[in-house]
């Protein structure tokens, strides 16, 4: 089967730094999705990886390793506003995409 | 953001009735999907649609149908609503097959 495993929850502190990663096993694989989901709102997009090595937009950075079927979300410089769900997403073999139960991110003053 | 709405955005409703809700884009995307999110799962795909009229089956279809007359509206039924099918619906659209999906606000179904 299909899967895509993120930690449940993680806190971190403002101002820190924070790494979400995410595993996956997938038939085939055509590109990686990071989205950004607050509490009672929609998914926003974040990035898309497609070729390994790291992409960069702000204080946000992810990461692939398509050898290694692994993906992490790097936060830099933590504010409040981030606290949220952080979703992973595989695009297969079939153009399905399959998603992440999300990583729940708790930032503590 | 994507001009993407879905109505209700709320909705209580009984086990067995109908229900239909509604997506309807401004962006002219070809590609619209359904998705349902609950807790620890993570979004699941019901129907999906890459054209007018054409339509094709998710993970979890079972109890849905959807129907896409126009470019711009996908519309999601639930023929006898049950219990478990109570749970925030989003849609999403995206221009081609491989690209980023940009989502509506959701709409949250209570089937009591």
């Known amino acids: 089967g299909q899967n895509i495993d993120q930690p449940t929850e993680m806190t971190a502190t403002e101002g820190a730094i924070v790494q979400i990663n995410c595993t996956y096993q997938?038939?085939?694989?055509?590109?990686l999705f990071w989205y950004q989901q607050h509490a009672g709102e929609a998914p926003t997009f974040l990035s898309y990886?497609?070729l390994d090595g790291l992409e960069e937009k702000g204080r946000f950075s992810s990461f692939l390793s398509r050898s290694k079927g692994y993906s992490y979300l790097l936060l830099k410089e933590l504010q409040m506003k981030d606290s949220a769900s952080y979703l992973c997403?595989?695009?297969?073999?079939?153009?399905?995409?399959?998603w992440g139960a999300g990583t729940k991110l708790i930032i503590k003053p | 953001d994507a001009g993407i709405t879905q109505s209700p955005r709320h909705k209580v409703t009984e086990t067995g009735t109908p229900v239909t809700l509604r997506c309807h884009q401004t962006?002219?995307?070809?590609?619209m999907y359904w998705y349902r999110q609950d807790p620890g799962h993570g979004l699941r795909l019901i129907h999906y649609?890459?054209?007018?009229?054409?339509?094709d089956k998710g993970e979890v279809s079972d109890g849905y149908s959807v129907s896409r007359s126009k470019t711009e509206d996908f519309l999601l039924t639930l023929e006898s609503a049950t219990s478990s099918q109570t749970s925030v619906y989003f849609c999403?659209?995206?221009?081609?097959?491989?690209?980023?999906?940009?989502f509506g606000p959701g709409t949250r179904l209570l089937v009591l």
């Open positions: 997938t038939s085939g694989f055509n590109g």
């Open positions: 999403a659209i995206s221009d081609r097959e491989v690209e980023t999906q940009y």
């Open positions: 962006e002219n995307h070809r590609y």
């Open positions: 649609s890459y054209g007018v009229k054409d339509t």
């Open positions: 997403a595989v695009i297969d073999s079939n153009y399905q995409l399959i």
């Open positions: 990886n497609v």
